[in-house]
C-alpha cells in the first residue's frame, strides 16, 4: 500500500528533498510550510517524481493550525505512516543583541513546532498502533556553537524531549516509532534567509553536505526507526565524540573559530530577506539547495556507517579475534 508521508519545513532545504526522495519511493506526500511558492515548488517536484502531493500553508508554531492539518491529511489522503518534523527557523545573532520576542519566535517554530507536529501524528497513530516519527536534528542538539543560541536551545530540547517519548512508547510497548537523525551542515537556503545581525553573509561551518544526503538518511530512518538515532556526517560525530570527551577545550575552540567560521568574506545586504515572522519563499522558489553548491559533498561515509554499525562492529570483532589468535599462534 502507498505509505501516507507528512513532511514539514517542505517548501525548502531538507524537507523539499526529503519529500522528492519519499515522492520517488511511491510515497503520497503532504507538504506542511508557510510560502505559497515554495510549497508550490515542492508539490511539483513530488508529481515529478511520480508522488501525488497535497500542498498544506500552515505555521508549525500553532498547535490547532497543525492538527487541523493532520486532519485534513487523513481525509483527504488516508492514515499518515509517517510524520518527519524538519520545519524551523532561526536568528544568527549573538545572545546579548537578541530580541526576546526573536528568541521565544524561534523556540515555538524549532522547538514546540516539533512538539506540535509529533502530537498531531501521535495521537493519530496510537489508535491504531502504528507509524513512524522522524525528528530532524542537528549536532549541535548536543554540542550549542556560538551566534546561534535559540537555535542550539531548541535542538536541545528536541533531544530530551525525543527521548522521554520514547520511553514511554516503550514503556507502552507500542509499535509507533520515533527516531532522530542528526544533521551536519546543510546547504541550504536558510543562511540566505534566516534573521541575521552578522556583519557579513552566513554560511555553514565546513565540511558542508548536500541536501540529498540528509534526505536519504531521514529515508533509511523512516525505514528503521527502531534506532535511537542516525549521525549523518564525519563533522558530526567528531563534534559529538570530542563534546563528550573535553567540553571544555571545544569551548575554547568554538569562542577562536565559531564567530569568523559562520561568516563568508561577503558583507551582509541589509535588505536580506528574513523568515522569521513571514515566509521568506512566499513569492519565490528558492528550492532544495543553498549557495554553497560548489563546497557540498554529496556523500557521506560517517552515514552509511551509522546505518550499518552492526556490521562493522561484526567485523572489527572478527579481526580482533583474528588477530588475537594469530598473536597466539605466534608464541
Not at 517536484?45 to 487523513?74: N, S, W, Y
Not at 554540542?143 to 514511554?168: D, M, N, W
Not at 538518511?217 to 558530526?236: I, N, Q
Not at 512566499?282 to 549557495?291: K, L, M
Request: with cysteine; charged share 20%; aromatic share 8%.
Amino acid at each position: 500500500m502507498t505509505r501516507i508521508s507528512v513532511v514539514t519545513g517542505a517548501s525548502g532545504g531538507i524537507g523539499r528533498a526529503v519529500a522528492r526522495r519519499l515522492a520517488a519511493r511511491g510515497d503520497t506526500v503532504a507538504l506542511l510550510a508557510r510560502g505559497e511558492d515554495g510549497l508550490e515548488g515542492a508539490a511539483e517536484d513530488v508529481r515529478r517524481a511520480g508522488g501525488t502531493a497535497l500542498p498544506i500553508a500552515v505555521d508549525v508554531a500553532d498547535f490547532q493550525a497543525v492538527d487541523a492539518a493532520a486532519e485534513r491529511v487523513e481525509k483527504e489522503l488516508g492514515p499518515i505512516g509517517l510524520w518527519v518534523n524538519n520545519a524551523f527557523s532561526s536568528v544568527f545573532s549573538p545572545f546579548v543583541e537578541m530580541e526576546m520576542p526573536e528568541f521565544a519566535r524561534t523556540t515555538e517554530v524549532s522547538y514546540l513546532g516539533y512538539v506540535y507536529g509529533t502530537k498531531a501524528a501521535l495521537s493519530r497513530m496510537r489508535t491504531r498502533d502504528q507509524g513512524v516519527i522522524v525528528q530532524v536534528g542537528s549536532a549541535l542538539a548536543y554540542r550549542g556553537i556560538p551566534l546561534q543560541s535559540a537555535y542550539c536551545g531548541a535542538k536541545h530540547a528536541i533531544q530530551g524531549f525525543t527521548e522521554s517519548l520514547r520511553v514511554e512508547l516503550l514503556h507502552d510497548k507500542s509499535n509507533v516509532h520515533v527516531t532522530m537523525v542528526q544533521m551536519p551542515a546543510v546547504n541550504t537556503p536558510q543562511f540566505g534567509w534566516v534573521l541575521s545581525r552578522l556583519p557579513r553573509k552566513a554560511q555553514p561551518v565546513p565540511p558542508i553536505y548536500q541536501p540529498e544526503v540528509a534526505a536519504r538518511a531521514v529515508e533509511y530512518a523512516a525505514d528503521h526507526p527502531k534506532r535511537r538515532e542516525y549521525w549523518v556526517g564525519g563533522s558530526t560525530a567528531l563534534t559529538l565524540a570530542a563534546n563528550a570527551v573535553a567540553p571544555g577545550i571545544l569551548d575554547r575552540y568554538l569562542a577562536r573559530t565559531g564567530f569568523k567560521g559562520q561568516q563568508t568574506d561577503e558583507w551582509r545586504s541589509p535588505d536580506q530577506p528574513a523568515n522569521l515572522w513571514e515566509p521568506a519563499d512566499q513569492r519565490t522558489d528558492a528550492g532544495a539547495h543553498g549557495s554553497f553548491d560548489d563546497r557540498a559533498h554529496g556523500r557521506s561515509l560517517q552515514l552509511w556507517a551509522s546505518q550499518h554499525h552492526g556490521l562493522l562492529a561484526a567485523v572489527g570483532g572478527g579481526l580482533a579475534a583474528a588477530g588475537a589468535a594469530w598473536a597466539f599462534g605466534r608464541r
